[in-house]
């Protein structure tokens, strides 16, 4: 089994789904929505946004310095930490700090899965649009592990596809990879 599976070749990024979803954020005095797209990263240990979109809306927080160690080294830089209010489909708030970055990914490409529709329960068929729906441009809130009791949870899976459920936004996501997902990969800086 060992000797067949190193004779696989690596997958291409463009077959890899990320964990995304738009998420009602909160901002200002009287509490004004606005979507904003987040990837849940169970390997990152802090949450990061973009500083543009935290002083855009106007986000509190204050100045720090951190050292952000990466697959490429450490990086020590003056940023902001902001207090992030996400919005669950209960209307409960969800409170997140987050490190302000100026970019974290490029726009995310439309990726095709009607391909691995047929994998998945007739419930989950039947719901495939809503389930598919993935957010459009760059990610604009990266939601780190440390708020892990927050991020989606397993729903369904099939082979290395995972449709997860969240208490945000419509409320499924799809993530893992299949060599029939169709699409480009997104850029992470």
């Known amino acids: 089994e060992v000797k067949k599976l190193l004779q696989v070749p690596m997958l291409n990024g463009d077959k890899v789904l990320l964990r995304l979803q738009s998420i009602w954020m909160l901002y200002g005095l009287s509490a ?7 990837f849940f990263d169970n390997g990152s240990t802090c949450s990061l946004i973009l500083t543009a979109v935290a ?5 509190l927080g204050y100045d720090v ?11 020590t830089r003056e940023t902001k930490l902001y207090v992030v ?5 209960g ?7 987050a490190l302000g970055m100026d970019k974290i990914s490029s726009a995310i490409p439309v990726v095709e899965l009607l391909g691995v529709k047929h994998y998945f329960s007739k419930e989950i068929q039947e ?3 809503e389930v598919t729906k993935r957010p459009e441009g760059e990610i604009e809130m990266l939601i780190g592990s440390e708020v892990a009791s927050i991020h989606p949870i397993r729903k369904e899976s099939v082979e290395n596809l995972i ?6 936004g419509n ?5 893992g990879h299949h060599a029939e997902v169709k699409g480009d990969g997104a850029i992470f800086s």
Not at 32 to 38: F, L
Not at 65 to 75: P, S
Not at 85 to 89: Q, R, T
Not at 163 to 168: C, E, H, L, M, R
């Open 163 to 168: 449709i997860s459920t969240s208490v945000f």
């Open 91 to 97: 209307g409960k708030r969800k409170v997140i700090r």
């Open 171 to 175: 409320g499924w996501s799809v993530h």
């Open 55 to 59: 002083e855009k809306y106007g986000l």
């Open 85 to 89: 209010e996400l919005l669950d489909v």
């Open 32 to 38: 004004t929505k606005i979507e904003i797209n987040c």
């Open 65 to 75: 310095r951190v050292t952000i160690t990466t697959v490429h080294g450490d990086e």
């Open 127 to 129: 719901k495939w649009t």
